[in-house]
Nanobody, 123 residues
């Protein structure tokens, strides 16, 4: 089992910056792709950015040039630096990880989600 814990959300004015963090805990053997997703009220959960274990990144068009995803494989952590924030970035941001973890005497590769952290961009 893997637990993902997000932090760093909050209220920021338009044009401001926030840095989200995600830490993975548990009997982790390997974490493959990690990513950030967001869900605004009344909308579906959308991809924000992903990063492979090798560092290859992918961004939603709406955040390209403003957000930067990074990860530290040794510490099982991931970050999202968000700059030039806009009101439309307001959402709950979720950490996601494709991970191989110990399950009793065996292992299980599964898709894990954090509990989410609120980001509000408003003046």
């Amino acid at each position: 089992q893997v637990q993902l814990v997000e932090s760093g959300g909050g209220l920021v004015q338009p044009g401001g910056s926030l840095r989200l963090s995600c830490a993975a805990f548990g009997r982790i053997f390997s974490i493959y792709a990690m990513g950030w997703y967001r869900q605004a009220p009344g909308k579906q959960r959308d991809l924000v950015a992903t990063i492979t274990s090798g560092g290859t990144t992918n961004y939603a068009d709406s955040v390209k040039g403003r957000f930067t995803i990074s990860r530290d494989n040794a510490k099982n952590t991931m970050h999202l630096q968000m700059n030039s924030l806009k009101p439309e970035d307001t959402a709950v941001y979720y950490c996601n990880a494709d991970a191989l973890a110990g399950m009793g005497l065996s292992t299980l590769r599964d898709d894990y989600w954090g509990q989410g952290t609120q980001v509000t961009v408003s003046s």
